[in-house]
């Protein structure tokens, strides 16, 4: 069975919203990690090793966005005003259409300052969220 070319969504029809206002046109990409259940191993006197499952870990969201001065929505200083507060960070890799809805409740962690990147054209941040994510 093949998969539907429709099923995978494309970078540009993302849509983010930091605590309900639209952002997906200034961030170029999303990288989760976290989630991770610790592990933990007890050897045995007779030689046997047994695994138990510990806590599982914060999901981290780190974003790499455009700097903009003077947009109409300019997004890194609405994060500047929430850096060190709880947000919300919804988005739907197809966009409002989106069949599932990644929603990360948490803290605002990181917000780097504006800097020139490759492309001599642009400048970009990362900022980072970490904490629960619900997919509906």
């Not at 989760?32 to 981290?60: C, H, M, W, Y």
Request: hydrophobic share 35%.
């Amino acid at each position: 069975m093949s998969i539907s070319q429709t099923n995978i969504p494309k970078a540009t029809q993302v849509t983010i919203t930091v605590d309900g206002t639209a952002f997906q046109d200034q961030t170029t990409a999303i990288n989760p990690s976290g989630g991770e259940f610790g592990v933990n191993t007890l050897t045995a006197i007779n030689g046997d090793t047994f695994t138990q499952t510990g806590d599982k870990s914060a999901r981290s969201f780190e974003f790499t966005s455009i700097y903009t001065d003077g947009e109409a929505s300019d997004l890194w200083p609405v994060l500047d005003g929430k850096h060190g507060d709880d947000v919300v960070i919804v988005y739907k890799p197809k966009g409002a259409g989106s069949g599932t809805t990644f929603t990360l409740t948490g803290l605002l962690y990181r917000l780097d300052i504006p800097a020139v990147s490759s492309d001599a054209n642009s400048m970009s941040y990362t900022w980072a969220v970490s904490g629960n994510v619900v997919v509906s």
